[in-house]
């Protein structure tokens, strides 16, 4: 599936929920299914600077595509980054760079962060492109 695929799919499952108690909540269940970062990787060199909670995001190049492994020690960033590594993981790095991120604004997501968390996502957000950018870099 395309970046812009899995972000569609994301709008319409977040806009099965009533409220935001059950958004929330949804976030929670995603995040207990995110690929978990290997242990190794839990380090300052893989911590998201920004982000109120601790988030370690590490990322590997498979047949030319970005696989994202991540983890966090809050349940509710651990959701948000398992949505973003749902959407980013397994693409190429040239579509990563060139994708924009307004599903998290039609989701209602930021408005319903605290401006700590809010920075974080943009953090997060910011890191995933930085490490396509790096194996974007690789590829030319």
Not at 13 to 38: A, H, N
Not at 40 to 68: L, P, R, T
Not at 70 to 87: H, W
Request: net charge negative.
């Amino acid at each position: 599936m395309t970046i812009t695929e899995i972000q569609n799919e994301i709008i319409d499952e977040f806009s099965m929920f009533e409220d935001w108690e059950e958004r929330y909540q949804y976030m929670i269940d995603l995040g207990k299914t995110l690929p978990l970062i290997d242990a190794i990787y839990k380090n300052e060199d893989h911590i998201i600077k920004g982000c109120q909670s601790k988030v370690w995001v590490h990322a590997e190049m498979e047949s030319e595509k970005v696989a994202f492994t991540a983890d966090s020690d809050a349940i509710i960033t651990k959701g948000i980054i398992a949505i973003l590594i749902r959407v980013f993981s397994g693409q190429h790095p040239k579509d990563i760079i060139e994708s924009n991120t307004e599903f998290i604004d039609k989701i209602g997501l930021k408005e319903h962060l605290s401006p700590t968390r809010a920075n974080g996502l943009v953090s997060m957000i910011k890191q995933i492109k930085m490490y396509a950018i790096a194996y974007q870099t690789q590829l030319n």
